[in-house]
């Protein structure tokens, strides 16, 4: 089992940042790929970025690239997600999820383990 926690949402004005956090525990950390989603009101959830077990490599949503950086240090059991120049349209609940998987998955029903989610709200 592994036990996801995010921090780090709020309110914030367009143009503005955030920074994420997800703090694991339970099983090996380093192990696992982890994604970070986000689910808008009548919206499926979405990826927005992953990231290898090793950090050697990670992906962004389209949506997302130039403004979203994904980051990991595996002695802190914890990911990030910086999210720069937010939009309103990045509004939404972020999730972040973690996959038994030496790639990062795309699809969400591929990751093992979820947080509970954070609010972050855009206001324009």
């Known amino acids: 089992q592994v036990q996801l926690v995010e921090s780090g949402g709020g309110l914030v004005q367009a143009g503005g940042s955030l920074r994420l956090s997800c703090a694991a525990s339970?099983?090996?950390?380093?192990?696992?790929?982890m994604g970070w989603f986000r689910q808008a009101p009548g919206k499926e959830r979405e990826i927005v970025a992953a990231i290898r077990w090793s950090a050697a490599g990670t992906y962004y949503a389209d949506s997302v690239k130039g403004r979203f950086t994904i980051s990991r240090d595996n002695a802190k059991n914890t990911v990030y997600l910086q999210m720069n120049s937010l939009k309103p349209e990045d509004t939404a609940v972020y999730y972040c999820a973690a996959a038994l998987s030496v790639t990062y998955p795309l699809r969400a029903v591929r990751y093992d383990y979820w947080g509970q989610g954070t609010q972050v709200t855009v206001s324009s």
């Open positions: 339970g099983r090996t950390f380093s192990y696992y790929a």
